[in-house]
């Protein structure tokens, strides 16, 4: 279910956009969650932290994906007193530790992002955490795009689930209507 109060301060902000999207996970929607517009103000992007940190618990790490889970981590460990660290995808493509970040084994964490589509980059950032030996427990986003469908294989909590369309390239009705594709997001859409 969405909450209303985390979909108002999408449109009070602008940032609950129409149009024809090309999303990173490659799929193509006619709705779009631009969460750097409300995360832009940080006494939303701190609330937004809170509400999220109340609903995961405890954790020793914060961990989230480069660029758009950056300040809701952040927020989300600050709320929970915890150490944040971020990943980043390297030449290949692959997500990757830099920056001097560590994991000690057994550390618990929790992963967060802004956004779940598919669930493709939290599950990235998941692995890598159970590869370098954290107890990941669980893992958040302010908007689960997915409807709640989006298997991350570890317990999860979204502020607003919406059951958002989505379509391949191929076929996209928006695409056959000769409507632009817009990608907003942080990297290029697959």
Do not use: W
Not at 78 to 95: C, H, P, V, W, Y
Request: glycine fraction near 12%.
């Amino acid at each position: 279910m969405a909450s209303e109060s985390t979909m108002q301060v999408f449109r009070e902000t602008g940032a609950y956009l129409k149009g024809h999207f090309g999303l990173t996970s490659g799929l193509h929607s006619d709705e779009y969650l631009q969460c750097a517009l409300i995360l832009q103000h940080p006494h939303i992007a701190e609330r937004l932290g809170r509400e999220l940190a109340a609903k995961l618990g405890a954790a020793e790490i914060v961990a989230s994906p480069a660029i758009g889970g950056l300040i809701i981590g952040h927020e989300v460990a600050r709320a929970l007193n915890s150490r944040f660290i971020f990943t980043e995808r390297d030449q290949s493509g692959k997500m990757v530790l830099r920056r001097g970040f560590t994991v000690r084994p057994g550390e618990t964490a929790v992963v967060i992002e802004d956004v779940v589509t598919t669930g493709g980059s939290t599950r990235e950032v998941i692995e890598l955490m159970r590869a370098a030996g954290a107890n990941v427990s669980g893992a958040g986003s302010i908007v689960d795009r997915s409807g709640g469908r989006a298997d991350l294989g570890v317990p999860r909590v979204a502020l607003a689930t919406l059951d958002v369309v989505s379509y391949a390239p191929d076929e996209c009705p928006l695409c056959r209507q000769g409507i632009a594709v817009e990608k907003p997001g942080s990297r290029p859409a697959a």
